[in-house]
């Protein structure tokens, strides 16, 4: 059957109207209707999508894969480029931290974990090294989840030779300190690690177990493949397997102050704690909270997980506002520009909702006369 758009129904409509009002009155109306048709055909073609030129934006990016907008619950956008899908999985990398940390709050709330100033040593002693750092012993969760711990980062430079060990929470753990628990952040994987081994630990079963039965009443949620260490310790902070859909469940859940319907799974004092800024990113420059990077856009807060290449997930809680965006996982994101572009999307995406929001506002105050 063949595509009839909104614009060429108008056409249709407008062109039989004025013929047979022509035919009635007994004189042609062909100027009127070809007017009337031609400005059907100027139309410009965002009537047809709401936020087209928003997706125009996106599709522009050559690295982008998938963009979701939502408001309000309500998903306004949903698109994929370059032959993929929002249903498909991809490796959300260090958006996965956010992901950890969420578990974390869940622990804490169930007395599982003491909170954010238990110290780390005793529950990962086995691991330490056999001289080890005193400082060791004053590295708390709360540092790790906000990159303060002052040992030596495992990414960037360090990541390979990471990896390459045979026990990643012992070389993590065995990284010479570059700054005092609670300095300056630097930023690491090995931290994240860290955190997916207490939890293991702790909870007494596989990070990814406790996953998917702590997060189970959150709908559309689902980690898929997820790397683990010669231990068996599921990586913290990486090589993580989700759809875009799913990365927009999450997002959700943080959205709703930690609730996915009537069920509280992350406790709402957790959310808050999470957006509180704790350090400033030498990558970027906003702020960090405990693994959620902070920032504003269009004078408006914005809390973002962040993975290599463009994995995003932006929550505005003004704008009632979740946004997923996916990139091509192969190419950098912060050292070529192409995180500024996201940005500059979704601050274009903030934008218009919150021109939405102002003439909803206004039409309230100053309702227009109905004839």
Not at 84 to 106: M, P, Q, R, Y
Request: aromatic share 8%; hydrophobic share 40%; glycine share 10%.
């Amino acid at each position: 059957m063949p595509f009839s758009s909104p614009i060429i129904i108008r056409m249709k409509t407008i062109l039989a109207l004025t013929l047979t009002c022509g035919l009635v009155a007994g004189y042609p109306s062909v100027t009127l209707a070809q007017t009337e048709v031609t400005d059907a055909l100027k139309a410009p073609a965002a009537d047809l999508h709401p936020y087209q030129d928003i997706i125009d934006q996106a599709r522009a990016l050559d690295a982008i894969e998938t963009l979701i907008v939502a408001r309000d619950g309500e998903v306004v956008v949903e698109e994929g480029f370059h032959g993929h899908t929002t249903t498909e999985t991809t490796n959300i990398k260090s958006a996965s931290k956010s992901i950890v940390s969420a578990l974390v709050g869940i622990a804490i709330g169930k007395g599982i974990l003491d909170g954010v100033d238990q110290k780390i040593a005793p529950i990962l002693k086995d691991k330490l090294p056999e001289d080890p750092d005193p400082r060791l012993e004053e590295i708390t969760i709360g540092h790790l989840l906000s990159m303060q711990a002052g040992i030596g980062p495992t990414s960037g430079a360090n990541y390979g030779r990471w990896i390459a060990s045979r026990d990643w929470v012992a070389a993590a753990l065995a990284q010479p300190f570059e700054d005092e628990p609670g300095g300056g952040m630097l930023y690491s994987t090995g931290s994240t690690h860290l955190l997916s081994a207490i939890l293991t630990r702790k909870g007494g079963k596989p990070t990814l177990e406790l996953a998917r039965e702590w997060l189970k009443p959150v709908t559309g949620f689902r980690i898929g493949h997820w790397q683990r260490d010669r231990q068996g310790i599921y990586m913290g902070g990486n090589q993580m397997a989700m759809s875009p859909r799913s990365m927009l469940a999450f997002g959700e859940l943080y959205r709703n102050r930690g609730k996915a319907g009537d069920v509280q799974v992350v406790p709402e004092a957790w959310v808050e704690q999470s957006w509180t800024p704790r350090t400033r990113s030498i990558r970027n420059g906003d702020q960090y909270g405990y693994s959620w990077f902070i920032t504003e856009m269009e004078g408006q807060p914005v809390y973002y997980a962040w993975g290599f290449g463009g994995q995003m997930i932006y929550i505005a809680p003004e704008e009632e506002l979740t946004v997923v965006m996916t990139s091509d996982e192969s190419r950098p994101s912060a050292s070529n520009g192409y995180l500024g572009k996201l940005h500059k999307l979704m601050g274009n995406i903030v934008s218009a909702m919150a021109s939405e929001t102002g003439s909803a506002t206004e039409e309230k105050k100053n309702p227009a006369e109905k004839n």
